[in-house]
């Protein structure tokens, strides 16, 4: 690995090297701003009047985003997210959390080796603060490429070297570089997380996960095996949230965040999306969609949702809005480990979903009209008593005997054991025996509707 020329590094805080301004290095095709990204994100914390970043040891985390196989659309999730939102970790606008000092080839201000100089030094050691990868694509088998040429890389040794002199670096090669190193490793999206459709049948990348290229026994810096967010592509909430909490708990400010047997964040994926998902309750009444575009559950169009593990129905696809179910789609569990062959052909009912759907098909049988009767008589005030004085759809004539029955049982019922609400018992009369005015006016017809009223009267 070529050395960077000292006075291309700028100045050295102590041992550890300070990113200095990039003022005066050749080559910073594209930087206009002539800055950093930690120079931004210090200058912006600066403009908000803090004097130290943070409340806790971190002042400052580095993290770097490394692509493989992928798509960018864990990048376009993350750069969706709302709580937090990206900005929010990198502005330092969340009390106690340090800066994060974002490294990313598509937000990233320096280009070229510029971009590369901050990677070469924390592998060396030599940043002034710890580090995090994120890595978003499943990571592919180099081995297979011809010309040398990597299926995913990023900048080329040595740095500033005239291009003859230099060889292109694989992501993979960086992630092998830099895992060990780092405070944390995060696979971000299913490419990620558990190899996803790169990694599908067929294969011709050799394309794996990240756990799957760094093996059992790693460990980063922390002692944290690879933390894993899938989701294909995964809610960009789920990345800032686990950044957040697992910032917060190195800070000492929150507790200590629980990951499950496969590294997820366990209270993003502890739930299936069926458990939240708002057409549950159709499954329970036993109806289901035969159309996309039906409202019903969609589990014999080809939802997976009773058996995957994601959060999208909680969290939409971004600020609570869209995601799946939430829009008309069937779960195809991009979030899960197998995705996309486990889970396909897509769009057909799941062989696991026959047992469960019939059985609340004919639970739904019985269910459904109980509750439709007990639904049309919470739908009544209780002055309606003979009619409802409604002029749309709902029937205004005479309360047929059946439905004084059922009332009469379903009350004893609702009470049963219980107080009903009013002042009608003895020990809650007013002691005075003050009788309230509509009771005085009308007696025990006070809570009836006045035409009804008068038609009693009449017939009294
Ligand atoms: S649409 Fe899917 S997740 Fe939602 S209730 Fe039906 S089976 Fe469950
Ligand atoms: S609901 Fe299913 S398809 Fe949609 S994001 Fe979650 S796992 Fe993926």
Known sequence: MGEIPEKQVGEAGSHKQHISSTAGLPDQVGNVARRTMEELAEDIVASQGKSKFSLGPLEKVYVFWLAGMSCDGCTVSVSGATEPALEDLLTGSIPGIPLVVLHHYVLQLEAGDHYMRTLELAEQGKLDGPYVITYEGSIPDENLTLGGEPFAGEGSFPLFAPSEERRRI??????????????????????????????????VTGSMSVMDWLGKDYRSALGLPVINIPGCAPVGDNFTDAVQAILLFLQGLGPLPEFDELGRPAWQFGDTVHRKCGRAGYY?????????????????????????????????????????????????????????????????????????????????AIVRPLRRISQRERNREIRWHDTVPSGWAMEQGDTSITHKILEFFYERMQFLGSNRPGRDLHEEKYPTGYRSLPKQLYGENYQVLPEEREKKAKHR
């Not at 992630?175 to 067929?202: D, N, Q, S, V």
């Not at 009773?306 to 971004?318: D, F, L, S």
Request: with cysteine; proline share 8%.
């Open 170 to 203: 694989s992501t993979a090669e960086w992630i092998k570089r830099l895992a060990p190193g780092a405070a944390a490793t995060i696979a971000i999206g299913t490419c990620a997380t558990w190899g996803g459709i790169p990694a599908a049948y067929g294969n």
């Open 284 to 364: 329970e009444e036993g109806t289901f969609a035969t159309e996309y575009g039906d409202k019903e559950c969609l589990v014999e169009v080809g939802c997976w949702g009773p058996v995957v593990q994601c959060n999208i129905t909680e969290k939409g696809a971004i600020s609570h809005m869209g995601g799946c179910m939430n829009a008309g789609g069937p779960c195809i569990g991009c979030t899960m480990p197998g995705f996309p062959d486990k889970f396909a052909p897509f769009y057909k009912a799941p062989p696991g979903s026959t047992i469960s759907s019939n059985a609340s098909r004919l639970m739904g």
